[in-house]
């Protein structure tokens, strides 16, 4: 059975910055890209980040793109997203997600519907 786990979200000032974890088990990590994705209240499911099955390369929509990094660690079937320069517009619930594919090649890169697997989320709040 397949689990994913977030932690590392919080209530953090605008202006800082937070690093979320989360931890896969029950899947062939190595062979799959991974995904970051955040809803607000109100709102759609947004993509934030996708990174390949190894890590060599990443994809970031462009609203996205400078104040977000994806990383992996295969080693322990765990990938993180840090954020930098907070804002109250980050704030949301961020969810990680086991893709079905080994890139972050594809139109499909921050679509929903191209990942299987989805953790609980972990809730960020940020204040002005």
């Known amino acids: 059975q397949v689990q994913v786990v977030e932690f590392g979200g919080g209530l953090v000032q605008a202006g800082g910055s937070l690093r979320l974890s989360c931890i896969v088990s029950?899947?062939?990590?190595?062979?799959?890209?991974m995904g970051w994705f955040r809803q607000a209240p109100g709102k759609e499911r947004e993509g934030v980040a996708c990174?390949?099955?190894?890590?060599?390369?990443?994809y970031y929509p462009d609203a996205m793109e400078g104040r977000f990094t994806i990383s992996r660690d295969n080693g322990k079937n765990m990938v993180f997203l840090q954020i930098f320069s907070l804002t109250p517009g980050d704030t949301a619930i961020y969810y990680c997600?086991?893709?079905?594919?080994?890139?972050?090649?594809?139109?499909?890169?921050?679509?929903?519907?191209?990942?299987?697997?989805w953790g609980q989320g972990t809730q960020v709040t940020v204040s002005s």
């Open positions: 997600a086991a893709g079905r594919y080994a890139s972050c090649s594809g139109s499909w890169r921050t679509d929903p519907k191209a990942y299987d697997y």
């Open positions: 029950g899947y062939q990590f190595d062979e799959h890209n």
């Open positions: 990174i390949s099955s190894r890590g060599g390369n990443t």
